[in-house]
């Protein structure tokens, strides 16, 4: 997709420090809230609606080493609306704002391994979109029309590390690798 470019080694060297942060006593989560607080990303992302998520003040995402939260300069995808820079919100603007609405169903989501000392959690899910959705109307700026790219039937694969703190989501770090649209995970039921 034109949005996130396609894996650059050298995006990978070091990993975000705050994945490294080791989490206070104070700050641990309980498996069973770490994994909560994940499953709220997911619904969140589903629902379009960033305040249900416990995303901490300072959150921030990256997927396929490029930042997809608060950069400014995020990728202008319609030469139309050069005001809008998509990723340029937080984590929870990223969700309100809607662009991503083409993204038909979150699917086959679940954690793979957690830490608790760390506060991490390594998830890995479906994305499908089914390429029917030509324009969003993104609050504040108007409709945006949806890159080409995007106007297919296609799934994304997405393996994402969650680091949590005290209960909230403080850093997301994913892959999406493009995968024929509907493809089964291998884990359905």
């Given at each position: 997709p034109v949005m996130i470019d396609e894996l650059d080694p050298s995006d990978f060297i070091s990993p975000d420090a705050a994945?490294?942060?080791?989490?206070?006593?104070a700050e641990r989560t309980p498996r069973a809230q770490i994994i909560a607080a994940t499953k709220k990303?997911?619904?969140?992302?589903?629902?379009?609606?960033?305040?249900?998520?416990?995303?901490a003040s300072e959150c921030s995402s990256r997927e396929n080493g490029t930042a997809t939260t608060n950069?400014?300069?995020?990728?202008?995808?319609d030469p139309a609306r050069p005001d809008f820079h998509v990723f340029a919100g937080n984590c929870a603007e990223e969700l309100n704002q809607g662009f991503f609405s083409g993204i038909?169903?979150?699917?086959n989501e679940r954690p793979l391994i957690v830490d608790?000392?760390?506060?991490l959690v390594l998830n890995l899910a479906l994305f499908?979109?089914?390429?029917?959705?030509?324009s969003v109307a993104v609050p504040g700026v108007g409709n945006v029309t949806v890159p080409r790219n995007f106007l297919r039937p296609i799934t994304f694969l997405k393996p994402q590390l969650f680091k949590i703190e005290g209960g909230k989501i403080r850093e997301v770090e994913g892959l999406a690798w493009p995968v024929p649209f509907g493809m089964p995970s291998g884990w359905d039921k």
């Open positions: 994945l490294l942060e080791p989490i206070s006593q990303y997911f619904q969140g992302f589903a629902e379009k609606n960033g305040s249900i998520v416990p995303f950069n400014p300069n995020g990728p202008v995808i038909e169903q979150v699917r608790e000392a760390q506060g499908d979109n089914e390429g029917n959705v030509k």
